[in-house]
């Protein structure tokens, strides 16, 4: 077994883990990663990235079938084909080389296998169970950036019938016939807008709803449009027993004894921590459990510093935001805290400080790529309430701007803005309609600015854009 030293090691190489590397050798310090799949992780290759390729293309589609004279232009329907073709290559054909490159290019050491902590400040790399392969010591950190899988909920048959998890959604080879959805979250609402507009008849079973964490009117406006799309939603239905028969298909009974057919069944309905096989129990951890963390991402035990103050977690294994743009904010926070730290450097960790992800609490930036697309920041007026704050919710037609009727015909949408009234800033904004996602950014400024409201009236929103929308939310507030 060889052994080597870094300054930093960190435990997987997703986007998350990627990113503390690059950050900390940009900071001076040596880092090695350590990745038992592919370099880029579930984002590059089974999660964000694959998934929008194989929504993009009908969603042009849609675009190109609302507006007058581009509508006549078209001659065919979707070409499923070459959307998968499409997909396959922002898959990078789930090669990893380009990124491969990359960590050669920025300096940082790749090792293969399964990283395991051996002891303080020690990880184990494993390709088999003969035992490491090298042992690497971290001189100032170890970061675990181990990422999540799908969980699979305990129903009846259901890992017997090997259903579809996002994984298997994301790369699919052919588009099924019929596909049934378990889950309302923001994965089955995407990929059963995706796989119908591939052209499978889709059935999706929301227990609890559709988008259910986001403002009401989001998922009621997606139910609208799967079914619209000829998706049957169906709300509050429940799994009870799953089973593949021989020729493959796969039935699902459900609670009140209805059956649904399908020939694959998507199972969407959250996500478990990558902690159970990264020897957390040899400094007293509990194999399987999301990370805790303290505001510098450093891995909390019953409260207290786990190992003495080495041990970081940052992206979804610490369950703070499950999406790459926030778990790529906090592997920068985290690879300066660290450089920050081992040079003897004063740590800013107060609130917005550059060594906390304080973003993360109340100002993430989420975007569902549904149709309508749902585009998200801040607080729901729901979490606001319940935090709390003394909140106002404005409310706007967003087809009644003139910017809206011009990017589509008959453009439907909807906007809120949820004022904290004591503060006189937004504490959040949700956006519904066609291509709204480009809006969200000067949503998520305002927010993470706590710009005043006052100020907010002298940023002139151009003219004609879906914009204006910001105009008419302060108008309906009032001065
Ligand atoms: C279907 C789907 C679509 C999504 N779409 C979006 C989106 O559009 N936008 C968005 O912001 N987020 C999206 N997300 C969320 C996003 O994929 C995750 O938030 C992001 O991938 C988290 O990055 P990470 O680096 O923490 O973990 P991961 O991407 O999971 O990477 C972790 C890496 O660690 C490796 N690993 C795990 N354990 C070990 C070990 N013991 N030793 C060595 N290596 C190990 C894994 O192989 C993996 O490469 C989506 C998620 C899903 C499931
Ligand atoms: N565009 C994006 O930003 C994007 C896209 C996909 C995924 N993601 C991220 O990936 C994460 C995982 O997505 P997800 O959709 O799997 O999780 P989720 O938490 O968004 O939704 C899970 C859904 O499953 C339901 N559910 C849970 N247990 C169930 C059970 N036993 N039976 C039936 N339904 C059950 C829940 O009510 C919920 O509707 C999300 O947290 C999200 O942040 C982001």
């Not at 789930?94 to 090792?111: E, K, R």
């Not at 170890?142 to 048959?157: N, Q």
């Not at 079914?227 to 459900?254: K, N």
């Not at 057919?261 to 040899?282: C, F, H, K, S």
């Amino acid at each position: 077994m060889g052994n080597a030293t870094y300054d930093v090691v960190v435990i997987g190489a997703g986007p998350v883990g990627e990113n503390v590397a690059d950050r900390v050798v940009r900071g001076g310090l040596t880092a090695a990663v350590v990745e038992r799949e592919l370099v880029g992780g579930e984002c590059s290759y089974w999660a964000c990235m694959p998934t929008k390729a194989l929504l993009r293309s009908a969603t042009a589609l849609r675009a190109a079938r609302r507006l007058p004279g581009a509508r006549e232009a078209i001659t065919g329907d979707l070409d499923a084909a070459a959307v998968l073709r499409r997909r396959d290559a922002f898959a990078s054909n789930w090669s990893d080389s380009g990124q491969v490159s990359w960590l050669d290019s920025a300096g940082i050491a790749l090792y293969r296998g399964q990283g395991r902590i051996g002891s303080d400040r020690v990880v184990e790399v494993w390709t088999g169970e003969d035992g490491p392969v090298v042992s690497l010591t971290a001189r100032h950190a170890v970061v675990v950036a181990t990422g999540s899988s799908a969980l699979i909920p305990d129903v009846t048959g259901i890992r017997e019938a090997a259903p579809w998890t996002s994984r298997e959604a994301a790369a699919a080879a052919e588009v099924p016939g019929r596909l049934a959805v378990i889950g309302g979250g923001v994965v089955a609402s995407e990929m059963a807008t995706a796989f119908a507009g591939l052209g499978s008849v889709v059935t999706v079973l929301a227990r609890d709803g559709v988008l259910h964490q986001a403002e009401p009117f989001a998922g009621e406006r997606v139910v609208q449009s799967l079914r619209e799309a000829g998706v049957q939603v169906r709300l509050g239905a429940e799994a009870a027993s799953v089973h593949r028969d021989g020729e493959g298909t796969v039935h699902i009974t459900l609670t009140d004894g209805e059956r649904v057919e399908a020939d694959e069944l998507l199972v969407a309905t959250g996500r478990t921590p990558n902690t159970q096989d990264i020897g957390l129990d040899t400094i007293g951890l509990k194999p399987g459990a999301w990370l805790t963390v303290d505001d510098t991402l450093r891995v909390l035990d019953d409260g207290a510093l786990a190992g003495g103050g080495w041990l970081y977690a940052a992206g979804d294994v610490n369950r703070r935001s499950l999406l790459t743009h926030q778990g790529k904010y906090q592997a920068r926070a985290v690879g300066d805290v660290i450089v920050a730290r081992a040079r003897g450097e004063a740590v800013e960790d107060g609130r917005w400080g550059r060594h906390v992800a304080t973003a993360d609490e109340r100002a993430v930036p989420q975007v569902v790529f549904t149709d309508p697309e749902i585009a998200s920041v801040g607080l729901t007026a729901a979490a606001a309430e319940a935090a709390g704050l003394r909140i106002r919710v404005v409310d706007y037609d967003l087809a009644a701007v003139a910017g809206s009727a011009l990017h589509a015909e008959g453009y439907q949408g909807h906007a809120r803005m949820v004022v904290d009234e004591d503060r006189q800033v937004i504490a959040g904004v949700t956006l519904a309609g066609p291509d709204v996602a480009e809006l969200l950014h000067a949503a998520t400024i305002a927010v993470v600015g706590e710009v005043p409201l006052d100020r907010l009236w002298h940023a002139v929103p151009a003219f004609p854009t879906v914009s204006e929308v910001w105009l008419r939310l302060l108008e309906a507030y009032g001065r």
